[in-house]
């Protein structure tokens, strides 16, 4: 990362202890700031990977393997090889900015240490309005799981009770503390992958390894291409909550980065799987539920339903985990209100933002708010992506104390990877989701000038 740089301006011990900075932020007027408490670091190395890969492994590995092996054949799993290795590239400058910072909020914070409070708030809300419209969708999916196996659940009436108990439960989970939600991550993620790999190795046995190779046609690449880069999107999920893991300038760049490759490899496996077995999805809704009935029978389709109902909550609840941590650290940074740094006196959880991320994901999830906001989201995350860029270039030619770090070619290089990506992607939306991210952001400036505190505090980055 460039030379090293002079021994760090804020030690830990003093901005905890100390009422004139909060968290390695230098703000004017220091001695204005009230010391505002953090929950403690309680995420180790495997729930900052479990955020991780969970961000990414949702529902979108239950059709995607049948995509591509229609669009691609049997380039499928080596398209979805390159475009991780493409999505890598964004995620490797996503890292070295986790690796800056210690507080929680991801590209919010890395926003506005670059750029200033009123684009980190602008961040911060499009990141918020895509993490909670995307929540209140994915209930609605897990539901209509539950009913293809229980019709009980098909019941308009009882499907939105159902999503509303659903996310009673994810949020009691939360409030009783990081830890038990942790454990909960562990669990669902062995009862969705379990499934999944078994399924995959009978394939595996019974029909074998598919050998034939054919490149696919430009159009095929290009329809699919987008496709598989939602599947890696939530990645950076872990660095969100980064103010609750333990060394996490150290933990999260790493996990965030082995946890990538990890899900490139698990992918792989999985549409190699599927190919093998190539199973008749023409009338399937589920696809990954045909392969296990082609390879096991009903309990093989059983098997997948239930993996996919355990994956969509998984994803759930790695965004409770992580998107009431997004409004936290804008509180503590002064952009939110200060009710929203409330701690629960017994878990230590910021647990009026939890209750607030609650409140609105149960509404988007009544009213079908989140069906206008689709769209927009995609054009959304891409803006947030290209923010997050600029802001690694800012903040390293900007250094620390007056010195700055060198960029190096390879990182200008992963730079230019990660902006044409974006670009390619936010290209696919409508002009009508341009026009109303434009209205999103106008309101979002509004807001900023409503819900910002009389203070504002800006971190400032380390190096090493």
Known sequence: MGRAAPARLFPIDLLRNSSNFIGGVAPSGAGKIEDIKTPPRTVGPIGSALLSINGMIGAGIFAMPAILYSTLGSFAPWMILIVGLLVGCGTLIIAQLAAMFRQSGGPQL?????????TGFQVGWLLLLAIMASR???FHVLVSYLAAILPFFADPMIHSATVLALIALITLINIVGMRVAVGGLVVGTLCKLTPIVLICLVGYATKGLATEFALPTFGAVEGTALLIYYAFAGGI??????????????TIPRTMIQS????IAFYMFVQFAFNAVAPDVSDANTPLAAMGEAVLGETGALMMALAAIFSIATNQHTFWMTGPRIMFGMARRGLLPAWLTHLSSRSEVPDYSIYLFSTIVAALSLSGGFVLLAEVMGVGSQLIGFFAYAAFVVLRLRGQAGHPQAIGIWWWLCIAVASAYSIFAIIQASLNAFSLTGGLIALGTGLYFIAKRDETFTPEPEFD
């Open 110 to 118: 890395y926003a506005q240490a670059a750029f200033g409070p009123a």
């Open 136 to 138: 209140a969708a994915n």
């Open 237 to 250: 999920a872990n660095g969100y909550a980064a103010g609750e893991v333990k060394n996490p300038r150290r």
């Open 260 to 263: 990538l490759f990890a899900i």
